[in-house]
């Protein structure tokens, strides 16, 4: 049961996160104002609205105008909706009354985080862009709420350090080819999210899942070499992947050496 509510309001929480996208690059608030077709601007009532639900039940049209919608919509809602499923199994005992306070602010962090996480990452795969406004609202959020939990301010320190520093450095070795500005501060928000060491692991998954993905288009024709990628979503997938499992990877590295 518990799960099965977690799934919804997922759900919900991912179509707020659609509004944001779309809102954030007209520069709209999104605050306010209630929800309309892109194309027709007619207003949407609340049975267009369902989420997920809606996009099949309309054929994935505009009820009114029948300009067929982005299929980003269904796939952000049912994405948000895995990933809190996936963090409140990670963090919330399978008895949820023997769960401690901290164990649900921690759920509290972390969903917020993955909620920073889905922005950026669909922000930057749609628009080649990382907004200011999503990332470092979701840097300072990340380091208060690891500094209440408990993780050590020094660790945090490093790690936003090592975060940005790793991006600065080839920022201003390329002068500004390699990267853009935008991966200095999500290597900020990588560092206060996920502290020290958990911030490396990141980047060592996010730029080994970058290589295997990039060959595969390229190899499929989907991309050249001198094409722009959006590394962002590359660092978010490395983040999460990092966040939820990041300890147990750590752990079965060193054990590799342990046994040989």
């Known amino acids: 049961m518990e799960i099965a509510l977690v799934f919804i309001f997922g759900l919900f929480l991912g179509s707020f996160l659609?509004?944001?996208?779309?809102?954030?690059r007209r520069e709209e608030t999104f605050v306010r104002g209630r929800s309309k077709c892109l194309f027709c601007s007619h207003q949407l009532h609340p049975q267009d609205l369902v989420p997920f639900f809606s996009y099949f039940y309309l054929g994935g049209k505009c009820r009114y105008c029948k300009h067929?919608?982005?299929a980003q919509y269904p796939m952000v809602e049912l994405l948000t909706a895995l990933s809190l499923v996936l963090v409140f199994i990670k963090v919330i005992p399978s008895d949820i009354y023997q769960a401690t306070y901290m164990q649900w602010l921690a759920l509290l962090n972390w969903w917020v985080a993955v909620a920073f996480l889905i922005l950026i990452f669909v922000y930057d795969l749609k628009y080649y862009l990382v907004a200011d406004a999503v990332v470092l609202p979701a840097a300072a959020i990340a380091?208060?709420?690891?500094l209440?939990?408990?993780m050590d301010i020094?660790?945090?320190l490093l790690a936003c350090l090592v975060g940005a520093g790793f991006f600065l450095l080839q920022f201003v070795v390329s002068k500004g080819k390699w990267i853009g500005e935008g991966d200095i501060r999500i290597g900020l928000f990588m560092g206060a999210l996920l502290g020290w060491p958990n911030v490396l692991l990141a980047l060592v998954l996010s730029y080994t899942l970058g290589s295997v993905i990039s060959i595969f288009l390229?190899?499929?024709?989907?991309k050249k070499w001198t094409d722009r990628v959006p590394f962002g979503?590359?660092?978010?997938?490395?983040?999460f992947a990092a966040l939820l499992y990041g300890s147990e990877?750590?752990?079965w590295y060193f054990n590799l050496f342990l046994f040989y």
């Open 18 to 24: 659609n509004v944001v996208i779309f809102r954030l």
């Open 68 to 70: 067929k919608f982005s």
């Open 143 to 146: 380091f208060v709420f690891n």
């Open 148 to 150: 209440v939990l408990g």
């Open 154 to 156: 020094w660790k945090l």
């Open 218 to 222: 390229i190899l499929g024709n989907k």
């Open 233 to 239: 979503t590359f660092l978010t997938m490395g983040t």
């Open 249 to 251: 990877i750590i752990r």
